[in-house]
Protein backbone atom coordinates (compact mmCIF):
# COMPACT_ATOMS: atom_id res chain seq x y z
CA UNK A 1 0.00 0.00 0.00
CA UNK A 2 1.14 3.44 -0.06
CA UNK A 3 2.30 5.40 3.22
CA UNK A 4 4.31 8.48 4.13
CA UNK A 5 7.06 8.71 6.75
CA UNK A 6 8.25 12.05 8.35
CA UNK A 7 10.76 12.72 10.95
CA UNK A 8 8.95 14.18 14.06
CA UNK A 9 9.12 17.36 15.44
CA UNK A 10 9.45 19.93 16.74
CA UNK A 11 12.30 21.29 14.78
CA UNK A 12 13.66 24.36 16.45
CA UNK A 13 16.55 26.03 14.83
CA UNK A 14 18.10 29.46 14.24
CA UNK A 15 17.75 32.02 12.02
CA UNK A 16 19.85 31.40 8.44
CA UNK A 17 20.59 27.82 9.77
CA UNK A 18 19.91 24.66 7.27
CA UNK A 19 16.75 23.06 7.08
CA UNK A 20 16.02 19.44 6.36
CA UNK A 21 13.20 17.33 7.06
CA UNK A 22 12.84 13.52 6.26
CA UNK A 23 10.28 11.98 4.36
CA UNK A 24 10.58 8.65 2.98
CA UNK A 25 7.74 6.77 1.11
CA UNK A 26 6.22 3.16 0.22
CA UNK A 27 4.14 2.80 -2.77
CA UNK A 28 2.57 0.65 -5.74
CA UNK A 29 3.09 2.35 -9.08
CA UNK A 30 4.58 5.82 -9.98
CA UNK A 31 3.26 8.51 -7.27
CA UNK A 32 3.63 11.84 -7.43
CA UNK A 33 5.35 13.77 -4.18
CA UNK A 34 4.32 17.30 -2.59
CA UNK A 35 5.44 19.11 0.46
CA UNK A 36 2.60 21.68 1.73
CA UNK A 37 2.94 24.34 4.74
CA UNK A 38 0.33 25.10 7.24
CA UNK A 39 0.06 27.86 9.57
CA UNK A 40 -1.42 28.54 13.01
CA UNK A 41 -4.97 28.28 12.04
CA UNK A 42 -5.05 28.26 8.23
CA UNK A 43 -5.28 25.34 5.38
CA UNK A 44 -2.62 23.43 3.54
CA UNK A 45 -0.21 25.59 1.48
CA UNK A 46 1.41 23.73 -1.82
CA UNK A 47 5.34 24.38 -1.23
CA UNK A 48 5.98 22.19 -3.67
CA UNK A 49 6.27 18.94 -6.12
CA UNK A 50 7.97 16.34 -8.30
CA UNK A 51 5.84 13.99 -10.26
CA UNK A 52 8.87 11.21 -11.74
CA UNK A 53 12.34 9.93 -10.38
CA UNK A 54 15.04 12.53 -10.08
CA UNK A 55 12.81 15.92 -10.49
CA UNK A 56 13.57 18.34 -8.69
CA UNK A 57 10.91 20.75 -7.01
CA UNK A 58 11.58 23.99 -5.29
CA UNK A 59 9.82 27.12 -4.60
CA UNK A 60 10.61 29.87 -1.97
CA UNK A 61 14.23 28.74 -1.34
CA UNK A 62 12.81 25.17 -0.50
CA UNK A 63 14.15 22.21 -2.40
CA UNK A 64 12.86 18.54 -2.65
CA UNK A 65 14.30 16.02 -4.95
CA UNK A 66 12.32 12.65 -5.46
CA UNK A 67 14.64 9.95 -5.33
CA UNK A 68 13.03 6.22 -6.09
CA UNK A 69 16.44 4.40 -5.28
CA UNK A 70 15.83 5.60 -1.58
CA UNK A 71 12.41 6.27 -1.46
CA UNK A 72 12.79 9.77 -0.03
CA UNK A 73 11.61 13.33 -0.69
CA UNK A 74 13.58 15.20 1.53
CA UNK A 75 12.77 18.83 2.55
CA UNK A 76 15.48 21.43 2.55
CA UNK A 77 16.26 25.04 3.04
CA UNK A 78 19.57 27.00 2.61
CA UNK A 79 18.60 29.72 5.56
CA UNK A 80 15.60 29.65 7.33
CA UNK A 81 13.66 32.93 8.46
CA UNK A 82 11.42 33.36 11.41
CA UNK A 83 8.46 33.45 9.00
CA UNK A 84 9.71 30.23 7.86
CA UNK A 85 8.04 28.63 11.04
CA UNK A 86 5.06 26.23 10.17
CA UNK A 87 4.20 23.17 10.03
CA UNK A 88 5.26 21.14 7.17
CA UNK A 89 3.45 17.89 5.69
CA UNK A 90 5.20 15.69 2.80
CA UNK A 91 2.19 13.67 1.20
CA UNK A 92 1.90 10.93 -1.94
CA UNK A 93 -0.47 11.30 -4.84
CA UNK A 94 -1.59 8.43 -6.26
CA UNK A 95 -2.79 8.30 -10.16
CA UNK A 96 -6.15 8.90 -8.92
CA UNK A 97 -5.18 11.81 -6.81
CA UNK A 98 -5.80 10.51 -3.56
CA UNK A 99 -3.33 11.99 -0.96
CA UNK A 100 -1.46 9.89 1.53
CA UNK A 101 -0.30 12.37 4.01
CA UNK A 102 2.60 12.32 6.53
CA UNK A 103 1.93 12.88 10.41
CA UNK A 104 3.46 16.99 10.10
CA UNK A 105 6.29 18.17 11.17
CA UNK A 106 6.91 21.11 13.18
CA UNK A 107 9.03 23.95 12.44
CA UNK A 108 10.59 26.68 14.92
CA UNK A 109 12.82 29.08 13.68
CA UNK A 110 14.46 31.73 16.48
CA UNK A 111 15.52 34.64 15.97
CA UNK B 1 -7.97 31.80 -11.67
CA UNK B 2 -9.42 28.64 -9.35
CA UNK B 3 -10.44 29.44 -5.97
CA UNK B 4 -11.94 27.34 -2.72
CA UNK B 5 -14.72 28.57 -0.59
CA UNK B 6 -15.27 27.00 3.33
CA UNK B 7 -17.37 28.20 5.65
CA UNK B 8 -17.86 28.77 9.05
CA UNK B 9 -14.65 29.74 9.84
CA UNK B 10 -15.11 28.54 13.40
CA UNK B 11 -18.26 26.72 14.50
CA UNK B 12 -19.33 25.55 18.27
CA UNK B 13 -22.29 23.19 18.65
CA UNK B 14 -23.42 21.48 21.71
CA UNK B 15 -23.59 17.44 21.70
CA UNK B 16 -26.15 15.80 19.56
CA UNK B 17 -26.72 18.93 17.04
CA UNK B 18 -26.76 18.29 13.60
CA UNK B 19 -23.77 19.67 11.10
CA UNK B 20 -23.52 20.96 7.35
CA UNK B 21 -20.09 22.63 6.50
CA UNK B 22 -20.09 23.52 3.34
CA UNK B 23 -17.10 23.92 0.31
CA UNK B 24 -17.48 25.40 -3.14
CA UNK B 25 -15.24 25.73 -5.84
CA UNK B 26 -15.03 28.57 -8.56
CA UNK B 27 -12.88 28.56 -11.60
CA UNK B 28 -12.94 25.27 -12.61
CA UNK B 29 -15.32 22.53 -13.46
CA UNK B 30 -16.12 18.63 -12.88
CA UNK B 31 -12.82 19.23 -9.97
CA UNK B 32 -12.00 16.10 -7.44
CA UNK B 33 -13.12 16.97 -3.80
CA UNK B 34 -11.95 16.30 -0.53
CA UNK B 35 -12.74 15.99 2.86
CA UNK B 36 -10.71 16.33 5.82
CA UNK B 37 -10.44 15.62 9.50
CA UNK B 38 -7.40 17.75 11.61
CA UNK B 39 -7.42 16.73 15.25
CA UNK B 40 -5.62 18.89 17.15
CA UNK B 41 -1.21 18.51 16.77
CA UNK B 42 -2.29 15.98 14.12
CA UNK B 43 -1.84 14.95 10.96
CA UNK B 44 -4.84 14.61 7.88
CA UNK B 45 -7.13 11.92 8.13
CA UNK B 46 -9.01 11.65 4.70
CA UNK B 47 -13.06 11.50 5.34
CA UNK B 48 -14.68 11.63 1.85
CA UNK B 49 -13.66 12.25 -1.79
CA UNK B 50 -15.75 12.72 -4.86
CA UNK B 51 -15.08 12.42 -8.82
CA UNK B 52 -18.24 13.11 -9.46
CA UNK B 53 -21.75 14.59 -8.96
CA UNK B 54 -23.52 12.50 -6.37
CA UNK B 55 -20.15 9.94 -6.53
CA UNK B 56 -18.93 9.54 -2.63
CA UNK B 57 -16.48 7.39 -1.54
CA UNK B 58 -16.30 7.04 2.33
CA UNK B 59 -12.88 6.37 3.35
CA UNK B 60 -13.62 5.70 7.25
CA UNK B 61 -16.63 4.56 8.89
CA UNK B 62 -17.91 7.37 11.57
CA UNK B 63 -20.86 9.58 12.20
CA UNK B 64 -20.43 11.94 9.10
CA UNK B 65 -21.73 11.82 5.70
CA UNK B 66 -21.03 13.56 2.44
CA UNK B 67 -23.20 14.83 -0.19
CA UNK B 68 -22.39 16.91 -3.88
CA UNK B 69 -25.40 18.06 -5.25
CA UNK B 70 -23.52 20.45 -7.44
CA UNK B 71 -20.77 20.22 -9.82
CA UNK B 72 -18.34 22.56 -7.65
CA UNK B 73 -20.32 21.99 -3.96
CA UNK B 74 -19.17 19.83 -1.58
CA UNK B 75 -21.46 19.41 1.80
CA UNK B 76 -20.03 17.81 4.91
CA UNK B 77 -22.85 16.48 7.35
CA UNK B 78 -24.29 14.85 10.51
CA UNK B 79 -27.44 13.92 11.70
CA UNK B 80 -25.75 13.92 15.84
CA UNK B 81 -22.83 15.84 16.63
CA UNK B 82 -20.33 13.57 19.17
CA UNK B 83 -17.88 14.75 21.20
CA UNK B 84 -14.98 13.15 19.03
CA UNK B 85 -16.43 15.06 16.06
CA UNK B 86 -14.20 18.36 17.56
CA UNK B 87 -11.72 19.09 14.92
CA UNK B 88 -10.22 21.06 11.82
CA UNK B 89 -12.06 20.55 8.74
CA UNK B 90 -10.54 20.96 5.66
CA UNK B 91 -11.94 20.55 2.47
CA UNK B 92 -9.50 20.53 -1.06
CA UNK B 93 -9.83 19.78 -4.49
CA UNK B 94 -7.45 18.33 -7.07
CA UNK B 95 -7.77 18.69 -10.98
CA UNK B 96 -8.77 15.49 -12.55
CA UNK B 97 -5.37 14.31 -14.04
CA UNK B 98 -2.77 12.54 -12.57
CA UNK B 99 -0.28 13.92 -10.88
CA UNK B 100 -1.74 17.31 -10.05
CA UNK B 101 -1.74 18.43 -6.58
CA UNK B 102 -4.79 19.43 -3.76
CA UNK B 103 -5.52 22.79 -2.75
CA UNK B 104 -6.64 23.37 0.35
CA UNK B 105 -9.67 25.79 1.60
CA UNK B 106 -8.98 27.62 4.96
CA UNK B 107 -10.65 25.43 7.19
CA UNK B 108 -13.19 25.15 9.79
CA UNK B 109 -12.65 24.82 13.51
CA UNK B 110 -15.30 22.73 14.78
CA UNK B 111 -15.68 22.37 18.87
CA UNK B 112 -18.62 19.87 20.20
CA UNK B 113 -19.44 20.99 23.75
Known amino acids: GNSVTQMEGPVTLSEEAFLTINCTYT??????LFWYVQYPGEGLQLLLKATKADDKGSNKGFEATYRKETTSFHLEKGSVQVSDSAVYFCALGDPFNKFYFGSGTKLNVKP | SQTIHQWPATLVQPVGSPLSLECTVEGTSNPNLYWYRQAAGRGLQLLFYSVGIGQISSEVPQNLSASRPQDRQFILSSKKLLLSDSGFYLC????????????FGDGTRLSIL
Open chain 1, 27 to 32: ATGYPS
Open chain 2, 92 to 103: AWSGTYSNQPQH
